[in-house]
């Protein structure tokens, strides 16, 4: 009876997840505004509304993260131009910050074998090399420096949650430790989609990948909270085809 609830409850969310994508695809289509203003709004709330439904409780880190996220969706509400790259780079930034303080108690670095902490340097080594290239060409492109510091911010927060996911990931293999992966990685593709439309080209595919993106991540943020840490490895877990269910 429990699994049966349970795996209701997962449909609902999967449900939420593909309206969420075809409400972006519709307002992105009709190039309609205020549409595709007011439906990143819906994101947050209803995986919330879902979510509490059935738990009763989320960690600070994970609402502060939620918050913060709210406020950079909403900022478009609020600031125009400037003012509003600057102020929503401000909120996720403490989003991803909240993000990275909920996975690095699971990171135990005296855990970590020498080859896999060779690999995760050698790789993080690669990101900030690109992270540092993109930059520099930045500078041609942005006037502010706060803009372009806020960049920097925000995208060196997000390789330092990638970094610790992964190597969280490769040490344990459990469900969980897959489902905050993919959302992180989810994540960091929206945000870079989001960088290339703002200071590159604005297309609108780019628009709905990049809404798709954070609606994903987002979902399997929300599958990992209510993942027990007991659970399987990942490798019994994917061959019962749970991991989106």
């Not at 699994?3 to 449900?15: E, Q, R, T, Y």
């Not at 996975?103 to 540092?132: A, H, N, R, W």
């Not at 960049?151 to 330092?160: C, I, P, Q, R, T």
């Not at 969980?176 to 989609?193: D, E, P, R």
Request: with cysteine; aromatic share 18%.
């Amino acid at each position: 009876m429990k699994n049966w609830i349970a795996n209701i409850s997962d449909k609902v969310f999967v449900l939420a997840l593909s309206l969420l994508i075809a409400v972006s695809f519709i307002a992105v289509m009709t190039s309609s505004t205020s549409l595709m203003t007011y439906s990143l709004l819906l994101f947050i709330p209803l995986f919330l509304i879902l979510y509490f439904s059935k738990y009763k409780y989320l960690t600070f880190s994970f609402i502060a993260f939620l918050l913060f996220s709210f406020l950079g969706d909403a900022s478009c509400l609020f600031f125009e131009d400037d003012a509003l790259i600057k102020a929503s780079s401000v909120f996720y930034f403490l989003g991803f910050m909240y993000l990275l303080i909920m996975v690095l108690p699971k990171f135990k670095l005296s855990e970590v074998q020498s080859l896999v902490g060779g690999y995760l340097i050698g790789v993080f080594s690669i990101v900030l090399f690109f992270l540092f290239q993109i930059y520099q060409v930045l500078q041609d492109l942005v006037n502010s420096i706060i803009e372009l510091q806020l960049f920097g911010a925000k995208s060196l927060s997000l390789v330092l949650l990638g970094f610790i996911s992964f190597g969280v990931y490769l040490n344990t293999q459990t469900k969980k430790s897959g489902q905050f992966l993919i959302a992180t990685v989810s994540l960091s593709f929206s945000v870079a989609l989001n960088y290339v439309s703002l200071y590159y080209v604005h297309h609108l595919e780019f628009v709905v990948i990049e809404r798709l993106l954070y609606a994903t991540a987002l979902y399997f943020l929300f599958k990992y909270t209510t993942t027990n840490e007991e659970d399987v490895s990942l490798g019994s877990a994917f061959n019962r085809n749970n991991v989106l269910v």
